[in-house]
């Protein structure tokens, strides 16, 4: 797989880290991707998700710049297969009601809500607002 890489930067006071916004944006979205196939809440997910975040900046007078919104987020993930996967034999051990794996638009949206919107209204700024407020509207 000689198409995936990793690229950060520097040291920097936006977030608490010390990382760029982008790097701890997309690690922690990363982690929730985890988080949210293990506990069973998106059953369906695999492993081997990889995330990139792009951030449009202001620049200041003073030559600071302020973080303006969000200009991509991409998660890319394994998935069973759409409209046919069934849970019980998905998940090892699995016992309760038998579940099938959603259509991939509603996927597009069960990883929105619960990773994407999730994720960043848990990450502050450094004006003291979350970071879903650089996301805007959804399209």
Known sequence: AGDQGIMFGYA?????????LTHSVATKLGKKLTDVRKDGTLWWLRPDGKTQVTIEYMQNADGSVEP?????????TQHAEPLKAVRTKECAGYSGPEMTAPSMEEMNKL???KVVKSTLSEVKLKNGQPALSLFGDFT
């Open 111 to 113: 990883i929105v809500e």
């Open 12 to 20: 920097t006071d936006e977030t608490e880290d010390c990382m760029p």
């Open 68 to 76: 303006l919104k969000f200009h991509t987020i991409v998660i890319s």
